[in-house]
Every structure is written in C-alpha cells, then in structure tokens.
C-alpha cells in the first residue's frame, strides 16, 4: 500500500543504503553535481547506516568539495515505515551499487509509486523496465546516471508517469496477494507430489 504522502514540489532523490563503497553512493555524489548545475533546486537525502566510517566521511568531504554540499542530505538509518515516506516524496528512488543482490529497497520504491533510477546489476533488470518504470545505467558511469537523473528532476510530469507505472508493476508482478499465492503453489504442488510418492 502506498504513502499517503504527496511527492515533494521540490526535484527530490533519494538514496536508501548504507553506505559502503560498493553500493557506489561516491558516483551518485559525482552525477548529482552535474544535476544541479541544470536543476538548481534539485535536492539529495542519503538515506543508511554508516556501514564503513571512514567512506561516510569521504561522502561529505566529497560533497563539500563538489559545491553541493548545502543540497545534499545525509540521514541515518530509518524504520520502514519512515523510509516508505521518503520513498513517495521523491521523484525518483536512486541506487547505483557497483554489486548486488536482489535489493529489496527497488520493489519498496516501485510499491510506493516512485519511479527507480540503478545500475544493470544482478537482479535488478528483471523488475525495472528501462525507460517504463525508471532508468537502468552501467555501474561506475556518473555521466549517464546525470544524465537520466536530469531527466527526472528537470521534469515533474515524467517523475509522476515513471512512478505510476513503477507502482503499476509492483501492484502487478510484486503484490503481497501474488506473493502468497505463489507460495500456495509451491505448498499445493510440494504435497501433491509428496501423496503421490506415499
């Protein structure tokens, strides 16, 4: 269920992490200062744990010295239900990692009707859609992730249709209903070959 919570009117990205250099929030740092220079009121919150303490100081050196540092916004960790909020209020959902898994926090973004900018890693192009519901870019490419960032921030209307299609495919593909009823599946199908073994 989606956040009762309009997007903000000011351009907002949002980055929900911790942060270590893998998850590559150093290249979103680098692309958000290309950002700015075409969307000056475009704003960041970095939203982890500082899993890596010295990166974390790195991080706000960084900004610093990109000039954006009065732009950006480091936060700690949330509880879910706080960082769902931040989720809808943004107008666009940013996760560049450099290595994945399957990160949960891109479905969490789609179900709360934001549309989602991340790197081509592990599983992540199985549930974006390049272009429906968010961006896909190469890891380690600050260049092209500005460039689709842009894109977002700069136009309100795009923002909104990438999320509610993004929020269309979670509803669709990634439902809590979908989820139990595939497990119903695999339990039937689990006892069904268990009697006919028996």
Same mark, same amino acid.
């Given at each position: 269920?989606?956040?009762? !919570? $309009?997007?903000?009117? #000011? $351009?907002? =990205?949002v980055?929900?992490? =911790? /942060? #270590?250099p893998l998850k590559g929030v150093h290249h979103l740092l680098h692309?958000?200062?290309?950002v700015t220079a075409a969307v000056p009121d475009a704003r960041l919150v970095v939203v982890g744990r500082e899993m890596d303490a010295t990166y974390a100081r790195e991080l706000r050196t960084l900004a610093d010295r990109l000039g954006i540092a009065s732009? !950006? #916004?480091? @936060?700690p960790a949330l509880p879910q239900p706080e960082l769902a909020v931040w989720m809808r209020r943004a107008w666009a959902v940013v996760l560049p990692s450099l290595s994945?898994?399957?990160?949960?926090?891109? /479905?969490? @973004?789609? =179900?709360?009707?934001t549309a989602v900018v991340a790197t081509r890693v592990a599983g992540v192009p199985e549930v974006v859609q390049d272009?429906?519901?968010?961006?896909? !870019?190469?890891?380690g490419d600050p260049e092209r992730l500005a460039g689709v960032l842009r894109a977002l921030l700069a136009d309100r209307r795009l923002a909104d249709e990438l999320g509610?299609?993004?929020?269309? @495919? @979670?509803?669709h593909g990634f439902s809590e209903e979908r989820y139990v009823r595939g497990y119903a599946a695999v339990i039937a199908a689990a006892r069904t070959a268990a009697g006919a073994a028996g």
């Open positions: 269920m989606r956040p009762r !919570v $309009p997007r903000d009117e #000011t $351009p907002l =990205a980055y929900p992490g =911790a /942060l #270590t692309a958000f200062a290309r732009r !950006v #916004t480091f @936060a994945e898994g399957m990160p949960r926090v891109v /479905l969490e @973004a789609m =179900a709360a009707g272009g429906v519901s968010g961006y896909l !870019v190469q890891p509610r299609r993004a929020g269309a @495919a @979670a509803d």
